[in-house]
């Protein structure tokens, strides 16, 4: 339903220095307060799409070379990571970034920066974070980079949430972790659509999780759009099963 799109891509094509085809004839659409599951193994082009939506592509000379982004039914093609932050979409980008030397507080602070201006800071601008991952608040004394790879990913997920996003886009959030903190993370995140009202687009290797949490699903091979369907029909689709549950 074109009414509901936050965002779209008509027929991408993404190259990197000017050259490189990372991203062909992709056409996706993630409507509101949907979590679309963006999924297909290394290398297929999955974080190459979430940068160019966020717009900090253009930071690794990534350029989208055909067809059209469009978010809230705004043409941002061209757009740089400041346009789109203020537009409320925040990356949480592949590798749990924390700043290791701060304190968990410190980098929870962090999320109030915007395009380069720093918001009033308030005390109550932590609850949100609590609410979510109340563990954080026993470890705000902490440096980030001695907390668990669990408590890192609740603690970079706590600070998108203080920006406050109408889109969050989450690049391999499972990646490393425990499968029952995996769990944990994924329901919270569940939680979190349903009462922050944000719309997420997960890309992960994890399809069997992701696809559980999602309503939407794209899969991706070497650049291009496989399959797509809602999450509860793509889960019961061979090719799916076959490569990607392991369940066939
Ligand atoms: P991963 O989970 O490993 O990130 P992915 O599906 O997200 O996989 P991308 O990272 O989007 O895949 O990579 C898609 C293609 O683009 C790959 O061939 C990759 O080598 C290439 N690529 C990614 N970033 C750059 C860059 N900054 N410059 C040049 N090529 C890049």
Do not use: W
């Not at 062909?24 to 160019?52: C, Y």
């Not at 055909?66 to 061209?78: A, I, K, S």
């Amino acid at each position: 339903d074109a009414d509901r799109a936050v965002v779209e891509l008509d027929n991408v094509e993404i190259v990197y220095d000017d050259h490189f085809l990372a991203v062909q004839g992709v056409s996706m659409s993630v409507d509101e307060g949907d979590i679309v599951a963006l999924l297909g193994p290394n290398g297929a082009g999955k974080s190459t799409i979430l940068k160019m939506i966020s717009g900090i592509g253009r930071t690794e000379r990534g350029e989208v070379s055909r067809g059209n982004v469009f978010y809230r039914g705004e043409d941002v093609t061209n757009f740089g990571a400041n346009e789109m932050v203020d537009r409320g979409i925040t990356h949480i980008l592949e590798g749990r970034r924390v700043f290791e030397d701060l304190t968990v507080e410190e980098n929870l602070r962090c999320g109030l920066y915007r395009g380069g201006r720093r918001f009033r800071f308030d005390e109550d601008d932590y609850d949100i974070a609590f609410d979510y991952f109340p563990q954080l608040k026993e470890i705000m004394d902490l440096k980030a980079g001695y907390a668990s790879g669990g408590q890192q990913q609740m603690l970079v997920i706590a600070r998108a949430l203080i920006h406050r996003p109408e889109l969050l886009l989450l690049d391999e959030p499972s990646l490393g972790l425990a499968p029952k903190l995996v769990q944990d993370i994924f329901e919270t995140l569940v939680e979190i659509n349903e009462q922050e009202d944000i719309t997420m687009i997960v890309a992960d290797q994890n399809a069997k999780r992701t696809l559980d949490i999602a309503d939407y699903g794209y899969v991706m091979e070497n650049g291009q759009i496989e399959l797509h369907d809602p999450a509860d029909q793509l889960v019961q689709r061979e090719e799916i099963k076959e490569f990607y549950l392991g369940t066939s």
